[in-house]
C-alpha cells in the first residue's frame, strides 16, 4: 500500500472517532483519522463526562447493563483519568421517591459488578451532614456512586494509542467530498487541510462516518441519506466545587437535572431540546438557563450565590425516532451498514450513542469491518491500558524529589497518569520550567511544553482541552498569553499568529461567556476586558483577523 491508500478512514474525532481509529489500529487495519477541527473538540467536550450506570435508562435493562460493563472496561483501561463522585438525590416530599422506584433496583442490579455499593435512603440528618447547603426541609434523600472523566482526555489516549498502533491522525482536515463507484461503493476521499490549506485526498476501502450530529452531511457527501435525530443540551459552569457530593433532582417538567462537582468546578445540567440549529453556532439560551438554576434552587437555596463562569452547549446525534419525548428516545445506538440500507459499499455511520459506551461502539464496527474482508482479529480494547496507565504513581515522593506543589503534581497525574514522568524530566534539564503558567487548574511551563510536543495541539483552544489551561474562574486572563508566548515558541509562529490565536481563545470563551452573565460575573467579565483592552491593547489590535488559512478558500 501507498502512503495514501488506507483500509479504513475515520472521520470525526470526538468519542466515537478516536475509539474506532483505536481499534482498527490495534486490529492491524491501516486507518487515518481525519478531523475538521481538534481532538474532542465538538459534542464531546461539552458533555459532563459521566460514565454512567445507565440509571436515566432503567426502561432500557440491555443499555443498563451495557453501560454498566463499560464502566468495568473503562476503570481498567484508562483507571488514572476516572474519579468517582457519590450523588445524593435529596427528597422534599414523598411522591419524589415513589412515583417510580424500579430504578433502584436496576441500579442495585449492576452496583457489584461497577464495585460501588447499592442505591441508600439517607435520614435528612445524615444528607445535611454529607451536604450543608441542601434545604434543610428535605425528608430522606437517595445516595448512589457514578464514575466521571475528562472526555477530553479520553479523546486525546484513544488517538495518541491509534497513533501508537499506527494510525495518522490528521486535525484540522475537514471531509470535503466522497469518491464512490457503482461497482466498488467507496474508494476515496477528498479533505481539506484547514492549517496549510491543501486539498489532500487518500484512497480507501471503508470509511466509519463518526461525525455525531454532522453524520447526515458526511452521508450527504456521497449520496445516501441519514436520518437522525439532533438535540441539544447545555450545562451552566460554576468557578469552583462548590457542592461536597453531586446533586440530583426532577426539574419543572419531570426530568432529571444535575449538579456534579467536576474537575476543578461544578456542572450544572443538562437540558433537552430537540433542535435544527446548526450545531457549529450553538448557544445556551436565557430559558435554559432558568430553567436550570430554579430546578436545582428547590434543593439548593444558595445556588443564585455562586459564581457562573460560563455555559456550554452541544448537540446529541440521537437515534432518530419520532412520536416520542427525547427522554424515551433510546440512548443505543445504531450502525447503518449504507451497503445493506443503500447499496454503497463501504461507507459505515453511527446514530446515537453516548460516551460511555464509545469502546463498545468502536469494537461493533470495526468487527463488522473485519468480517467484510475475512479478517479474524479479536477485540482488546478493553484490555490494554491507556497510555499513562501503565503503573501508579508516587505523587508525594515526586513533589518532594522536584520540588513542585503536591496539588500541581497531584492534578497532573489525574490528566497524565505515568506520562508525567516524561514532563518532570524536561525540568531537569530546564528547572526553569517548572514555573505555574496557569494557576487556576494549575499547569507548569514544562507539561505546556510536553503537550505541545506530543499531543498535536495548534491552538490556545487545543491547549485547553489538553490541559484544562483557561478553564478555572479566571477564564484565562492571567494565562492566555503566557501559554501563547510558549506556544508560539514552540510551533514558530509569527506576531500576526500569535495574536490571531488569542483573539480565537476569547471568542471561544466569549461563546459561552455571554448568555451566563449576571450577578458577579459581570464585575469580573469587566476586570478581563480591561486587561486584554487596556494592558495587552487588544482593542486596538490591528490583527487581520480573516488572515486565517481556514477563512479563505473551500
Ligand atoms: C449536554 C450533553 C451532555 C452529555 N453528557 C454525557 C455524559 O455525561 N455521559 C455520556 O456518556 N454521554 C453524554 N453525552 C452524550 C455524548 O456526549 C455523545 O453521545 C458523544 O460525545 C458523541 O460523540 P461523537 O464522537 O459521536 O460526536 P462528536 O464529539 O460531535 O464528534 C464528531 C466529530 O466529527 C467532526 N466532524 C464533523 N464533520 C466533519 C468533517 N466534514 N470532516 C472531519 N471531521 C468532521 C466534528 O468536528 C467532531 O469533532 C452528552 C451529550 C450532551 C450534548
Not at 459552569?237 to 433532582?249: A, H, L, S
Not at 439548593?300 to 446525534?317: C, D, E, F, H, Q
Not at 503536591?406 to 534539564?429: D, F, I, N, P, Y
Request: glycine content about 6%.
Amino acid at each position: 500500500m501507498t502512503e495514501s491508500e488506507f483500509d479504513v478512514v475515520v472521520i470525526g474525532a470526538g468519542s466515537t472517532g478516536t475509539a474506532v481509529a483505536r481499534d482498527c489500529a490495534i486490529r492491524g487495519l491501516k486507518t487515518i483519522l481525519l478531523e475538521r477541527d481538534d481532538i474532542a473538540s465538538a459534542t464531546v467536550g461539552t458533555c459532563a463526562g459521566m460514565i454512567s450506570s445507565g440509571l436515566k435508562y432503567s426502561s432500557e435493562p440491555e443499555i443498563m447493563a451495557l453501560c454498566s460493563r463499560e464502566v468495568v472496561h473503562l476503570n481498567r483501561i484508562a483507571r488514572h483519568i476516572i474519579m468517582k463522585n457519590p450523588i445524593l438525590a435529596p427528597l422534599l416530599d414523598l411522591s419524589d421517591a415513589a412515583s417510580d422506584s424500579s430504578y433502584v433496583d436496576s441500579y442495585s442490579e449492576h452496583a457489584e459488578e461497577r464495585d460501588v455499593p447499592s442505591m441508600l435512603f439517607l435520614t435528612p440528618d445524615a444528607s445535611l451532614e454529607i451536604e450543608p447547603s441542601l434545604h434543610q426541609d428535605i425528608i430522606a434523600s437517595v445516595y448512589y456512586e457514578e464514575f466521571f472523566l475528562d472526555p477530553f482526555r479520553l479523546c486525546l489516549l484513544q488517538a495518541l494509542d491509534a497513533k501508537r498502533h499506527g494510525a495518522k491522525v490528521r486535525t484540522y482536515c475537514e471531509v470535503i467530498d466522497i469518491e464512490t463507484d457503482p461497482e466498488h461503493g467507496v474508494k476515496g476521499i477528498v479533505f481539506y487541510d484547514r492549517a496549510s490549506g491543501v486539498k489532500d485526498r487518500v484512497t480507501t476501502r471503508f470509511i466509519v462516518n463518526a461525525t455525531g450530529p454532522w453524520a447526515h452531511k458526511i452521508a450527504k457527501q456521497a449520496d445516501v441519506g441519514l436520518a437522525i435525530r439532533l438535540n441539544k443540551g447545555a450545562h451552566v459552569i460554576f468557578d469552583r466545587r462548590i457542592v461536597n457530593v453531586g446533586i440530583t433532582v426532577k426539574a419543572i417538567d419531570g426530568r432529571w437535572i444535575y449538579l456534579f462537582p467536576h474537575e476543578n468546578t461544578t456542572l450544572l445540567g443538562t437540558t433537552a431540546l430537540d433542535t435544527w440549529e446548526d450545531p457549529d453556532t450553538l448557544v445556551a439560551s436565557f430559558d435554559e438557563i432558568e430553567y436550570l438554576l430554579q430546578s436545582i434552587e428547590t434543593v439548593l437555596p444558595s445556588i443564585r450565590k455562586a459564581r457562573i463562569i460560563r455555559t456550554m452547549s452541544g448537540v446529541r446525534p440521537l437515534v432518530p425516532e419520532w412520536k416520542i419525548p427525547e427522554g424515551k428516545v433510546t440512548r443505543g445506538y445504531q450502525i447503518i451498514d449504507h451497503e445493506s440500507t443503500d447499496g454503497l459499499k463501504g461507507l459505515i455511520s453511527f446514530t446515537g450513542g453516548k460516551l460511555v459506551m464509545c469502546r463498545d461502539m468502536a469494537e461493533a464496527v470495526t468487527d463488522l469491518i473485519c468480517k467484510k474482508i475475512g479478517l479474524e482479529v479479536a477485540c482488546t480494547t478493553h484490555e490494554k491500558p491507556l497510555p499513562g496507565n501503565e503503573d501508579d504513581v508516587d505523587v508525594l515522593a515526586l513533589s518532594k524529589e522536584y520540588g513542585i506543589s503536591l496539588h500541581a503534581l497531584e492534578r497532573m497525574r489525574a490528566r497524565r497518569g505515568t506520562e508525567m514522568l516524561k514532563v518532570l524530566e524536561l525540568t531537569k534539564e530546564h528547572p526553569q520550567w517548572k514555573t505555574t503558567i496557569c494557576t487556576c487548574e494549575p499547569v507548569i511551563e514544562a507539561e505546556i511544553r510536553y503537550a505541545i510536543r506530543e499531543e498535536f495541539p495548534k491552538t490556545l483552544n487545543d491547549l485547553r482541552r489538553r490541559l484544562r489551561l483557561g478553564t478555572g474562574p479566571c477564564q484565562g486572563t492571567f494565562c492566555t498569553y503566557k501559554a501563547a508566548a510558549i506556544l508560539s515558541e514552540e510551533l514558530d509562529l509569527g506576531g500576526d499568529d500569535f495574536l490571531v490565536d488569542i483573539l480565537d481563545f476569547r471568542s471561544e470563551r466569549w461563546k459561552g461567556i455571554r448568555p451566563s452573565m449576571r450577578g458577579e460575573q459581570l464585575a469580573q467579565e469587566e476586570l478581563a476586558q480591561g486587561m486584554y483592552a487596556c494592558v495587552a491593547n487588544l482593542d486596538q489590535s490591528d490583527v487581520d483577523y480573516d488572515l486565517k488559512p481556514w477563512e479563505e478558500g473551500l
